[in-house]
Nanobody
Framework: QVQLVESGGGLVQAGGSLRLSCAAS????????MGWFRQAPGKEREFVAA????????SYADSVRGRVTISRDNTKNTVYLQMASLKLEDTALYYC????????????????WGQGTQVTVSS
């Protein structure tokens, strides 16, 4: 029903910046609240950021607050995650997810997931 494709990941030096994108297709993009999660090897998938359907409100994990910005462009069916001041611990596979309700940190509330894009931060 909804397909999500992440892009923009790569290798970046600590302190650097990166912008991830998630393109959606299928159902109307504005019907979903969107979120970003990440998972490092051997770790549980964790919440990073979320944005409401209209883009009017956002939520961030304490670990990334102040360093990342989530935004969306409903005319382009795309959600973004702008990351700055990257740290080694930010290294993970980043996933884009869609939810019919705005339940930011509730992983099980997201109905659709992308395949992930790798972000690797080097020292």
């Amino acid at each position: 029903q909804v397909q999500l494709v992440e892009s923009g990941g790569g290798l970046v030096q600590a302190g650097g910046s990166l912008r991830l994108s998630c393109a959606a297709s299928g159902r109307p993009f504005s019907s979903f609240a969107m979120g970003w999660f990440r998972q490092a090897p051997g770790k549980e998938r964790e919440f990073v950021a979320a944005v409401t359907k209209s883009g009017g409100s956002t939520s961030y994990a304490d670990s990334v607050r102040g360093r990342v910005t989530i935004s969306r462009d409903n005319t382009k069916n795309t959600v973004y995650l702008q990351m700055a001041s990257l740290k080694l611990e930010d290294t993970a596979l980043y996933y884009c997810a869609a939810s019919q309700l705005y339940m930011p940190t509730f992983r099980l509330g997201y109905n659709y997931w992308g395949q992930g894009t790798q972000v690797t931060v080097s020292s």
